[in-house]
């Protein structure tokens, strides 16, 4: 049988090639997007939510543990990609450490905080289902988990409104971005019921909107154990 080029593992293999030309435009702000709704957005939400502790799933080079360390926030990170866990403890904030999705719901990790985050960073489908299993075991009594992905309805384009994988793209990018990741699009019926189906209840769904285009750009659930 041929390989399925769609999946969980072609991901990591696309952040490994771009840990550098990623970190560069994340400091630099190219993102329109992130520079004008869904950094302030995941920022804001967080802190609705007023942890003292927070875990960065899938942290890359590290800025929203810059961005909340310096609201006295504690936070700790982990990614699977060397190159950026290095660049983010270069920059400091927090304490950031190598650790693929799939080990941390192996379940030994002893990491806990008040508020897990996950920033534009559950973009596969079994490494993103692992996450919904070890959910309860990262968060301290009365925690919440946040998460902020693509809008299911702006990012469906022209197929079908339907889960399945999607073959990712760098447009809008440098040329410096290669080998484009794939990702797996969720319904927002279908991000829904994983939370309820996982012992979670959403606590608030929001939608950020572009100032120009006005359409949401993103969607953030807050969630916590039942
Ligand atoms: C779009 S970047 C977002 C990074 C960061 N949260 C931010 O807001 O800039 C997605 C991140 O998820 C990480 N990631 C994706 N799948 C992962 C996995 N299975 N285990 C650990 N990290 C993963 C990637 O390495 C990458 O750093």
Known sequence: MKPDPLND???LDS???NAQPWTRAVRN???DSRRQVTDAAIVNAVLSRSPASVLDIGCGEGWLARELSAQNIR??????VAELVEQANNAGGGDFHVLPYEQLAAGDSGLMADLVVCNFSMIGKESCEVLFKVMHS???PGGSWVVQTLHPVTSCGELPYADGWRTGSWAGFSSEFTDPAPWYFRTLQSWVDLFNGSGFRLREIREPIHPHTQQPVSVIFIAEPD
């Open 9 to 11: 593992a072609k991901i």
């Open 15 to 17: 952040w490994h090639k």
């Open 29 to 31: 702000r190219e993102i």
């Open 75 to 80: 936070v700790t990170g982990i990614d699977a």
């Open 138 to 140: 990262l968060l301290h």
